[in-house]
T-cell receptor
Framework: DTGVSQNPRHKITKRGQNVTFRCDPISEHNRLYWYRQTLGQGPEFLTYFQNEAQLEKSRLLSDRFSAERPKGSFSTLEIQRTEQGDSAMYLC??????????FGQGTRLTVV | DAKTTQPTSMDCAEGRAANLPCNHSTISGNEYVYWYRQIHSQGPQYIIHGLKNNETNEMASLIITEDRKSSTLILPHATLRDTAVYYCIVRVVVGGGTSYGKLTFGQGTILTVHP
């Protein structure tokens, strides 16, 4: 499968724990995006990378959130000290600079 | 990015054409109209995009009005598998500085295709 891959697909964690998600984009895509989606809402933009540079971060991305894309390949999204409000689907997408974005299946986070 | 307005929900009979409208009255000259759909528990899937001309691909057709203030996505022969949330998005592709390309999703239209 050469699409966008996200791991894990599901994560249940206790409040206060740290979690990390991984996204492997389509190999030749230089742009990578993270979105968050809560029930009944459309995906909300969090941040994006062009190669290894993080070029924009949403105000939704609090200090507890950090994203990296070392070497411009895969990306990780870490949430520290998780809160119940962090429960959501976290989506990753990638594209070439002017091409359409392709999304992964998402990681569903449940904070208990 | 310009905002879009879509109906909350629509129904369509299987085998009939589904016509999904979208208003984007504040669209700028460098913004394209994109359509994505999201089937339950999956990531959004790209359908089609256009600037000012009508577009067609294997999935759908996109009709954009001459003034570009609205568009219609047409699924010519809807099937049960087309039941999904359909998002109309306007997106800067040309110019727009370093942030162009990101997608701003609204609530979308829940399309239900029934037998």
């Amino acid at each position: 499968d050469t699409g966008v891959s996200q791991n894990p697909r599901h994560k249940i964690t206790k409040r206060g724990q740290n979690v990390t998600f991984r996204c492997d984009p389509i190999s030749e895509h230089n742009r990578l995006y993270w979105y968050r989606q809560t029930l009944g809402q459309g995906p909300e933009f969090l941040t994006y990378f062009q190669n290894e540079a993080q070029l924009e971060k949403s105000r939704l991305l609090s200090d507890r959130f950090s994203a990296e894309r070392p070497k411009g390949s895969f990306s990780t999204l870490e949430i520290q000290r998780t809160e119940q409000g962090d429960s959501a689907m976290y989506l990753c997408a990638s594209n070439l600079q002017r091409g359409e974005a392709f999304f992964g299946q998402g990681t569903r986070l449940t904070v208990v | 990015d310009a905002k879009t307005t879509q109906p909350t929900s629509m129904d369509c009979a299987e085998g009939r054409a589904a016509n999904l409208p979208c208003n984007h009255s504040t669209i700028s000259g460098n913004e394209y109209v994109y359509w994505y759909r999201q089937i339950h528990s999956q990531g959004p899937q790209y359908i089609i995009h256009g600037l000012k001309n009508n577009e067609t691909n294997e999935m759908a057709s996109l009709i954009i009005t001459e003034d570009r203030k609205s568009s219609t996505l047409i699924l010519p022969h809807a099937t049960l598998r087309d039941t999904a949330v359909y998002y109309c998005i306007v997106r800067v592709v040309v110019g727009g500085g370093t942030s162009y390309g990101k997608l701003t999703f609204g609530q979308g239209t829940i399309l239900t295709v029934h037998p």
